[in-house]
């Protein structure tokens, strides 16, 4: 079984502040600040990846278990995935899923 893999949705705008990224999803005028480290996370998102692979890089990056890291990723993306600023890719393409 392939890993999900995600990725920013292309039309997502967001800016960086000092308390993060300002997300805002297509389609909608409403800003959802992603604070740290989920900041860093929102940049790893500029290409598809897993949630195994963000929580190995964040793991390196912060000295942290991947084990808890791999779980606090999966709570964002589900929730970046929710207000549609993060797409969920279908199999090995870059094709969102329906």
């Known amino acids: 079984m392939t890993p999900r893999r995600y990725r920013r949705h292309p039309q997502s705008l967001w800016r ?5 990224v300002l997300v ?3 389609g909608t005028d409403v ?5 740290t480290p989920g900041d ?11 949630v195994g692979a963000l929580a190995a ?3 390196a ?3 942290a278990p991947v084990e808890e890291i791999g779980h606090d990723v999966q709570t964002l ?6 207000i549609g600023a993060v797409q969920l890719l279908l199999d090995r393409s870059d094709e969102p899923e329906a």
């Open 31 to 35: 800003s959802h600040l992603v604070g």
């Open 40 to 50: 860093v996370v929102w940049s790893l998102l500029d290409r598809p990846t897993s």
């Open 24 to 26: 805002c999803p297509p």
């Open 77 to 82: 993306l589900d929730e970046l995935t929710a």
């Open 57 to 59: 890089d964040l793991a």
């Open 16 to 20: 960086y502040s000092l308390r993060g």
């Open 61 to 63: 990056a912060f000295d």
